[in-house]
């Protein structure tokens, strides 16, 4: 199985901040990479697939990078509205799916 | 509307069966996996396996094999997260997602809360 690794666990940051956080496969996972956002008491919502691709209707503020085992999220001015925990999903289509453990952005 | 909506919490006893739903609408339901993912109280998300509707197929987690079952019931759009005997520790929010076949899990459920309490 692929496990994702993200850091940092847990960030605090302020806003109008630029933060990154990383996710790593245990295996390359070419670009099948997702990042979700989760508020508290709410299902997910994805922000980013296939690495870099922005959801529909989702800021231009949020920006993800990377292939193969290193990937990351770049969100590049902190909003109120962006204090939430992220997760990254693998997805590649010859393994079963997993996710990151979670980081918590917090003020 | 794209949407999965999920069945309403449920709390059970240890050793009791439970199923909950994911009914979809405005997509073809048979176009796309549906997964399911647990989250427990506090905790991060687990994927636990998904379905195929077009033929019932499926992959689970090895955390969660041979505990749940999914299942699919196309003629009216819903799949199911099924036990035949809970645990305390399936205490959890259970979602359920569209698979899209290129942008993750891009459609989510409002989840169902399972408690399981003596």
């Known amino acids: ?30 670009r099948w990479l997702a990042w979700y956002q989760q508020k508290p008491g709410k299902a997910p919502k994805l922000l980013i697939y296939k690495a870099s691709i922005l959801e529909s209707g989702v800021p231009s503020r949020f920006s993800g990078s990377g292939s193969g085992t290193e990937f990351t999220l770049t969100i590049s001015s902190l909003q109120p509205d962006d204090f939430a925990t992220y997760y990254c999903q693998q997805y590649n289509r010859y393994s079963l799916y997993s996710f990151g453990q979670g980081t918590k952005l917090e003020i | 509307e794209v949407q999965l909506v999920q069945s309403g919490a449920d709390v059970k006893k240890p050793g009791e069966s439970l199923r909950i739903s994911c009914q979809g609408s405005g997509y073809n339901f048979n176009n796309s996996f549906i997964t399911w993912v647990r989250q427990v109280p506090g905790k991060g998300l687990e994927w636990m396996g998904r379905i195929d509707p077009s033929d019932s197929s499926t992959n689970y987690s090895p955390s969660f094999q041979g505990h749940v079952t999914i299942l699919v019931d196309k003629s009216i759009n819903t799949a199911y997260l099924q036990w035949s005997s809970l645990k305390p520790s399936d205490i959890a929010i259970y979602y359920c997602a569209r698979q899209s076949a290129v942008a993750g899990l891009d459609v989510w459920g409002q989840g169902t809360s399972v408690t399981v309490s003596s």
């Open chain 1, 1 to 30: 199985d692929i496990q994702m690794t993200q850091s940092p666990s847990s960030l605090s940051a302020s806003v109008g901040d630029r933060v990154t956080i990383t996710c790593r496969a245990s295996q390359s996972i070419t």
